[in-house]
C-alpha cells in the first residue's frame, strides 16, 4: 500500500518547498552580520545535508532578532554624576561606549569571588539581608543540594514579605523551571523562563539564543555578578571535591543601577510586561535611604546579545588588546575565536607583549578541547604561553591587560558567547581591583603547566579528522 507521501505531485511539492525553505535560509545567512566561519558552517550544512541543514537552521541558527531589538530597552542613558574620569582616557571604555555601552561609572566597591564556597556565602548573606528586593538571573538552576537551598532560601525572603523575581533560561534549567521551583511561587516570589524553545516558531532561530547572563541584585544597592551557575560544581556552603573553579564579583555603587536594568529589560521581556511598568514600580528600585559610602572602584557595564543592535562586548575585547602595551591575560574555559581576535593576540605575542592565555587542561566539553587545538598552536607558534589547569575543571572567565584593565562576566572566550548568547561583561578600570585579578591569575597559574606544541597536535588520520571536524563545528558550539 502506498502513502499520500508517494504521490508524484506530493513529491514534487516537498521537493520544491525544501528548495524554497533552503534558498530562504541561504539569504538570510547571507544578509545577516555573521563572521566568515560560521556563515560557511552553515552553508556546507544547509548545502551537503538540506534535510538536516536546513531544519537546525530554522530552529538554531539566529543571532539578531529584530523583533527582540524592537522591544527591549537595555540601559539608562546615563547616571548623572557619577561618571567616570577613566571614559576620557581609556579605548576600551570609549570604544564599549561608542557601541552602545553606557559611560564608565566611579563610586563603586568590589570584592572578587574566587571560590565556590565563599561564593555562595556572598549569595547567602545577601538573600538573607535583603528587605526590599531580590533579582536574580542564572542559566543553570541544578535539581541538587546547592539549587534546592537556593530555592528554599528565596521562598524564606518571599514569605517575608521581600520581592523575589527568579529568571531562567528555558534550556539550561530545562529540569528545574516548574514544579522544581514551586516553593518559590508558592511562597509569593515570581518565577519567568527566558525564551522557552517550544513551540518551535513562537520566535523563529529563538532555541540557539540562550540567556547566559549571571546576575543577582539585592535591593538594588548590590550585585553579585560573574561566571557561577546555581549548581553543586559552581558553588555550595561547604567544599566539594569536584567542585570548579569560577570567578565573580560582589558589587555595591550606582553600577548595580545598571545591571539592575539589565535585568528589569530581560524580566521584561520574559514576563510580557511593560519595561516602563516595571521601572516604575517603587519595589523594582532600591528604597529610600542613606547611600551606601562611595568606592574607588571605576567600572563599566556592557551587555551583549540578541537583544542589542551591535557587538560591544566583543568589540570592546578587541580594543583591549589593541590597547596592550605590556601583558594580556586571558583566562577562559573554552578557547575558539574568531579570526580577527585570533590574529590580534598573536600580532601582540610577536610585538613581544606577554600574552598568557589559561584554559583547563581538559574541560567538560571535550569538542571544544579538540577544536581549540588549531588556536593553540597558532598562539604557541607568535610566542604565546599557553598554561592548562589541572587537575580539575576551570570555568572561570577573566582578561586581564596592563594591570589597568579587566574583565569580569559571564562570557566565555568562544564565539558563542560573543557572537550568540545574552551575556554580561563589568570592565574594571580601577588599578588596585585589576591588580586582584591578576593575584587571582597568578594562583591559577601555581595550579597549571605549559602546554606543548607536541601535545595539541591531532594524532593520526582520526585525530586530525576530529580536530578538524570540530574546528569546522566550532561556530555553532
Given at each position: 500500500?502506498?502513502s499520500?507521501?508517494?504521490?508524484?505531485?506530493?513529491?514534487?511539492?516537498?521537493?520544491?518547498?525544501?528548495?524554497?525553505l533552503?534558498?530562504?535560509?541561504?539569504?538570510?545567512?547571507?544578509?545577516?552580520?555573521?563572521?566568515p566561519?560560521?556563515?560557511?558552517a552553515w552553508?556546507?550544512?544547509?548545502?551537503l545535508?538540506?534535510?538536516?541543514?536546513?531544519?537546525?537552521?530554522?530552529?538554531?541558527?539566529?543571532?539578531?532578532?529584530?523583533?527582540?531589538?524592537?522591544r527591549?530597552?537595555?540601559?539608562?542613558s546615563?547616571?548623572?554624576?557619577?561618571v567616570?574620569a577613566?571614559?576620557?582616557?581609556?579605548?576600551t571604555?570609549?570604544?564599549?561606549?561608542?557601541?552602545?555601552?553606557?559611560?564608565?561609572?566611579?563610586?563603586?566597591?568590589?570584592?572578587?569571588?574566587?571560590n565556590g564556597e565563599?561564593a555562595f556565602?556572598?549569595?547567602?548573606?545577601?538573600?538573607?539581608?535583603?528587605?526590599?528586593?531580590i533579582?536574580?538571573?542564572?542559566?543553570?538552576?541544578a535539581?541538587?543540594?546547592?539549587g534546592?537551598?537556593v530555592?528554599r532560601?528565596?521562598?524564606?525572603?518571599?514569605?517575608?514579605?521581600?520581592?523575589?523575581?527568579?529568571?531562567?533560561?528555558a534550556?539550561?534549567?530545562?529540569f528545574?523551571?516548574?514544579?522544581?521551583?514551586?516553593?518559590l511561587r508558592?511562597?509569593?516570589?515570581?518565577?519567568?523562563r527566558?525564551?522557552?524553545v517550544?513551540?518551535f516558531f513562537?520566535?523563529?532561530?529563538?532555541a540557539?539564543?540562550r540567556?547566559?547572563?549571571?546576575?543577582?541584585?539585592?535591593?538594588g544597592?548590590?550585585?553579585i555578578?560573574?561566571?557561577q551557575?546555581?549548581?553543586?560544581?559552581?558553588?555550595?556552603?561547604?567544599p566539594?571535591?569536584?567542585?570548579?573553579?569560577d570567578l565573580?564579583?560582589?558589587?555595591?555603587?550606582p553600577?548595580?543601577?545598571?545591571?539592575n536594568?539589565?535585568?528589569?529589560?530581560?524580566?521584561?521581556?520574559a514576563s510580557?510586561?511593560p519595561?516602563d511598568?516595571?521601572?516604575?514600580d517603587?519595589?523594582?528600585e532600591?528604597?529610600?535611604a542613606?547611600p551606601?559610602?562611595?568606592g574607588?572602584?571605576?567600572?563599566?557595564i556592557?551587555?551583549s546579545?540578541p537583544?542589542?543592535a551591535g557587538?560591544?562586548?566583543?568589540?570592546?575585547i578587541i580594543?583591549?588588546?589593541?590597547e596592550?602595551?605590556r601583558?594580556?591575560?586571558i583566562?577562559?574555559?573554552?578557547?575558539?575565536?574568531d579570526?580577527?581576535l585570533?590574529?590580534?593576540?598573536?600580532?601582540?605575542?610577536?610585538?613581544?607583549?606577554?600574552?598568557?592565555?589559561?584554559?583547563?587542561?581538559?574541560?567538560?566539553?571535550?569538542?571544544t578541547?579538540?577544536?581549540?587545538?588549531y588556536?593553540?598552536?597558532?598562539?604557541l607558534r607568535a610566542g604565546?604561553?599557553?598554561?592548562?589547569?589541572?587537575?580539575?575543571?576551570?570555568h572561570?572567565k577573566?582578561?586581564?591587560?596592563d594591570?589597568?584593565?579587566?574583565l569580569?562576566?559571564?562570557?566565555?572566550?568562544?564565539?558563542?558567547s560573543?557572537?550568540?548568547n545574552?551575556e554580561?561583561g563589568?570592565?574594571v578600570?580601577?588599578?588596585?581591583?585589576?591588580?586582584?585579578m591578576r593575584?587571582?591569575?597568578?594562583g591559577?597559574m601555581?595550579?597549571?603547566?605549559k602546554a606543548?606544541?607536541?601535545?595539541?597536535?591531532?594524532?593520526?588520520l582520526?585525530?586530525?579528522?576530529?580536530?578538524?571536524?570540530?574546528?569546522?563545528?566550532a561556530?555553532?558550539?
Amino acid at each position: 500500500m502506498h502513502s499520500l507521501l508517494d504521490h508524484p505531485l506530493i513529491e514534487h511539492l516537498l521537493t520544491v518547498s525544501g528548495v524554497v525553505l533552503a534558498l530562504f535560509a541561504v539569504a538570510r545567512i547571507l544578509g545577516e552580520k555573521r563572521q566568515p566561519s560560521n556563515t560557511l558552517a552553515w552553508l556546507l550544512a544547509i548545502v551537503l545535508i538540506p534535510y538536516v541543514g536546513v531544519p537546525l537552521y530554522l530552529v538554531l541558527g539566529g543571532r539578531k532578532l529584530r523583533r527582540l531589538l524592537a522591544r527591549k530597552s537595555l540601559l539608562h542613558s546615563a547616571l548623572p554624576g557619577t561618571v567616570s574620569a577613566c571614559d576620557l582616557v581609556s579605548a576600551t571604555a570609549r570604544t564599549a561606549t561608542g557601541s552602545g555601552a553606557c559611560p564608565p561609572v566611579g563610586g563603586n566597591s568590589l570584592h572578587l569571588l574566587t571560590n565556590g564556597e565563599d561564593a555562595f556565602r556572598a549569595l547567602e548573606r545577601e538573600i538573607r539581608a535583603a528587605r526590599h528586593s531580590i533579582h536574580l538571573t542564572t542559566f543553570i538552576l541544578a535539581r541538587d543540594d546547592t539549587g534546592r537551598r537556593v530555592v528554599r532560601l528565596l521562598a524564606e525572603r518571599a514569605r517575608a514579605g521581600v520581592r523575589v523575581r527568579l529568571l531562567l533560561d528555558a534550556v539550561g534549567c530545562m529540569f528545574s523551571s516548574r514544579g522544581f521551583v514551586d516553593p518559590l511561587r508558592l511562597a509569593g516570589g515570581e518565577v519567568q523562563r527566558f525564551m522557552p524553545v517550544l513551540p518551535f516558531f513562537t520566535m523563529p532561530g529563538s532555541a540557539n539564543l540562550r540567556n547566559h547572563r549571571k546576575i543577582a541584585i539585592f535591593d538594588g544597592r548590590t550585585a553579585i555578578i560573574g561566571g557561577q551557575n546555581l549548581a553543586r560544581e559552581y558553588m555550595g556552603p561547604t567544599p566539594y571535591r569536584k567542585r570548579w573553579r569560577d570567578l565573580g564579583a560582589v558589587v555595591r555603587g550606582p553600577a548595580v543601577t545598571l545591571l539592575n536594568d539589565v535585568f528589569l529589560a530581560d524580566w521584561s521581556f520574559a514576563s510580557g510586561r511593560p519595561l516602563d511598568a516595571l521601572r516604575a514600580d517603587p519595589r523594582s528600585e532600591a528604597p529610600a535611604a542613606p547611600p551606601p559610602l562611595p568606592g574607588a572602584s571605576e567600572v563599566q557595564i556592557v551587555a551583549s546579545g540578541p537583544d542589542v543592535a551591535g557587538d560591544a562586548l566583543y568589540e570592546s575585547i578587541i580594543s583591549m588588546i589593541q590597547e596592550a602595551e605590556r601583558s594580556i591575560w586571558i583566562v577562559t574555559p573554552y578557547f575558539i575565536p574568531d579570526e580577527v581576535l585570533l590574529r590580534s593576540l598573536i600580532v601582540k605575542a610577536r610585538a613581544g607583549r606577554d600574552v598568557t592565555l589559561i584554559v583547563p587542561a581538559r574541560s567538560n566539553h571535550p569538542v571544544t578541547d579538540f577544536a581549540r587545538r588549531y588556536y593553540v598552536r597558532e598562539l604557541l607558534r607568535a610566542g604565546a604561553r599557553v598554561l592548562l589547569f589541572g587537575p580539575g575543571m576551570m570555568h572561570s572567565k577573566g582578561v586581564i591587560v596592563d594591570d589597568r584593565i579587566g574583565l569580569i562576566g559571564s562570557a566565555n572566550f568562544d564565539m558563542r558567547s560573543l557572537f550568540v548568547n545574552f551575556e554580561i561583561g563589568m570592565f574594571v578600570y580601577s588599578e588596585p581591583d585589576v591588580r586582584a585579578m591578576r593575584a587571582w591569575a597568578e594562583g591559577l597559574m601555581k595550579h597549571s603547566h605549559k602546554a606543548r606544541p607536541d601535545r595539541v597536535q591531532g594524532r593520526g588520520l582520526v585525530g586530525n579528522l576530529v580536530e578538524e571536524l570540530s574546528r569546522l563545528l566550532a561556530p555553532l558550539l
